[in-house]
């Protein structure tokens, strides 16, 4: 089953769609397109960097893997760090 709730923002601006699965929970964003932007995690902040703007956003403890694909930036969040 997926549960998804579209009132959270990310980066205080950004609006986030969050999908919850049975053993994880998917935030996914639109950043937009550009060859600059990238998104790394580190310890439990997830770190995006467009252009020559940084922005950090803290995440519950555990297991967490960040990327950008068209666009559209990805966090997984393990089901036990999510809920």
């Known amino acids: ?23 994880s929970v998917v935030l996914a964003a639109d950043v937009g397109v550009a060859d600059d932007t990238s998104v790394d995690v ?4 997830v770190i995006l960097v467009a252009g020559d703007e940084q922005y950090e956003q803290p995440l519950p403890e555990g297991d967490a893997r960040a990327f950008i694909n068209n666009g559209v930036l990805t966090i997984e969040l393990s089901d036990e760090e999510a809920h």
Do not use: A
Not at 42 to 45: E, L
């Open 1 to 23: 089953m997926v549960r998804m709730n579209t009132e959270q923002q990310l980066f205080d601006e950004l609006p986030v769609r969050r999908f919850e699965y049975d053993d």
């Open 42 to 45: 580190v310890d439990d902040t």
